[in-house]
């Protein structure tokens, strides 16, 4: 049994004065507050989705209509990044508006039986913000940041609601024996690990869609944290999953492998064989696409189309585990990098905002985001208060269309796995840094992304006087972490 984190004295008294301080807020909170009713806000994040698999985007083999209408009604952002280039770190990004070297998950550490490391208590959550404003707020997929009665447990980060996947590891499986809704297990009958009855992604959409249903007549926020197209590789046998079928014909199957099966030998983190993983693939991104469907048409059966503000992301470029195959598909589009890479394909994703009314339809921006801006931006369209002390930047103002909006100085990210890396973005620059923690010599990669997109071209030597600057920004952006791992310097310090 994991054991609640329990505080000390000092964080408590943190949380307490991050919960009343005085915090600034934008001019254009006066035109979201005036508002008789606020705006409700949804947030659906695909999971492990790349910037190539949307049909608007390119995608010359996977139906995305839904997806599609969202960015033809609404505002495409071509600069935006995700959090982290894996799961976890990412989702605690956005949650607390602080990038990878301030935000206290930098890594997918995994506690037993079930779960991973949690996320503090302490800190303003995005969702605890958007309570305080009035807000109704729900999350419904995976979660991923802490186990059931720990300072993770999304009760704990300020949601009403949760229902889904706890752990990560555990949402692998899409025929899991459980789910779980608030600190209640839910048994999948006929499941158990064993069999596949119940698919859990299509539960979790009935309960996002009641939640929407519940919650017409109030403000709500709604966290749609969408297990797919991560692997396992899995689709219902239904008309999508035929219709692909037939369109790619017989493939090479991903084999079977120790524990990949489901029964009673089982590895639950495994995933299980497919003979057909291109179809499948496809289907899986284009039930993404029906479930955004669902939701927009509930808007619109409720009335609440004309107040609702809908942003659509993935937590990080494209995977290769499971049998995914992301160069077939073209997944991560012009970008060089996968998963777990800080090169553009792990961490550029499509974002897209649509507000009918509010948004003009159609449109692109070219502002540079990422997923640490996402707590401001909604506490702006709530009139909340804003923290102090985050990394993120309201971008309420390019999504109205004006002039005013603030740029970042620079984004970072760290990543705790294959040796670390660093990166930073500084306008057209971006630097990465390898084998940063250790397990070879630290190398910089330096590019311009203004004439070299693919990041094909490492121009560090040229520019040394750049390059030391962006190892400065590095440094300065990091704080130490022990938990997910120190760097070498700070390792040295401690002895």
Not at 27 to 33: E, F, G, R, S
Not at 173 to 202: C, F, M, Q, S, T
Not at 383 to 391: E, K
Request: charged share 25%; aromatic share 12%.
């Amino acid at each position: 049994m994991i054991k609640t984190q329990n505080l000390p004295l000092t964080s408590l008294l943190l949380s307490v004065f991050f919960a009343f301080c005085s915090c600034s807020t934008s001019p254009n909170q006066t035109k979201v507050i005036e508002e008789e009713k606020k705006t409700n806000i949804i947030f659906i994040l695909a999971d492990d989705l790349g910037y190539g698999d949307l049909g608007f985007l390119g995608q010359q083999y996977i139906e995305t209509p839904n997806i599609d209408r969202l960015a033809k009604e609404g505002m495409f952002f071509t600069n935006h990044y995700s959090g982290a280039t894996v799961c976890a770190p990412s989702r605690s990004s956005f949650l607390t508006g602080l990038h990878t070297g301030h935000t206290p998950i930098r890594g997918n550490r995994e506690v037993q039986p079930e779960g991973q490391y949690p996320m503090p208590d302490s800190l303003l959550s995005i969702a605890k913000v958007m309570q305080s404003a009035g807000y109704t707020t729900g999350a419904f997929g995976k979660w991923g940041l802490g186990f059931i009665g720990t300072t993770g447990d999304p009760s704990h980060q300020g949601f009403d609601q949760f229902y889904g996947y706890n752990c990560q590891r555990y949402a692998h499986r899409y025929y899991p024996a459980h789910v779980w809704h608030n600190d209640e297990k839910v048994i999948l009958e006929g499941n158990g690990w064993e069999e596949k009855a119940v698919y859990a992604p299509d539960l979790i959409q009935k309960e996002t869609i009641s939640f929407i249903e519940k919650n017409k007549d109030d403000p709500f926020f709604l966290y749609m944290p969408i297990v797919m197209p991560h692997a396992e590789l899995a689709a219902p046998d239904d008309a999508v999953f035929q219709k692909y079928r037939e369109k790619f014909g017989e493939e090479k199957a991903f084999p079977v492998r120790e524990g990949s099966e489901y029964g009673p030998d089982v590895n639950i983190s495994a995933y299980q064989s497919q003979p057909y993983p291109h179809a499948t693939f496809a289907a899986m991104v284009e039930r993404i696409d029906i479930y955004v469907g669902e939701v927009l048409a509930k808007l619109d059966e409720l009335g609440l189309k004309e107040n609702t503000l809908i942003i659509f992301a993935s937590d990080n470029g494209a995977h290769q585990e499971g049998g995914a195959d992301p160069d077939f598909f073209d997944s991560n589009g012009p970008f060089r990098g996968y998963k777990r890479d800080l090169y553009e394909g792990g961490v550029r994703t499509p974002m897209i905002a649509w507000w009918p009314g509010k948004i003009k339809a159609g449109t692109k921006s070219d502002h540079i985001s990422a997923f640490w801006d996402l707590l401001p931006t909604f506490a702006d369209v709530a009139g909340a208060t804003i923290p102090q002390d985050i990394d993120g930047i309201s971008f309420l103002p390019a999504l109205f269309g004006e002039n005013e909006q603030k740029e970042h100085e620079h984004l970072y990210w760290e990543f705790h796995e294959q040796g670390g890396k660093q990166a930073v973005r500084q306008g057209k620059w971006k630097a990465i840094k390898l084998h940063v923690f250790g397990g070879g010599e630290p190398t910089i990669e330096l590019y311009d992304l203004s004439i070299d997109i693919g990041e094909e071209n490492n121009i560090a030597a040229e520019n040394p006087e750049k390059v030391k600057e962006l190892e400065g920004l590095m440094n300065s952006s990091h704080s130490s972490n022990p938990i997910f791992g120190l760097l070498p310097s700070e390792r040295k310090s401690e002895n």
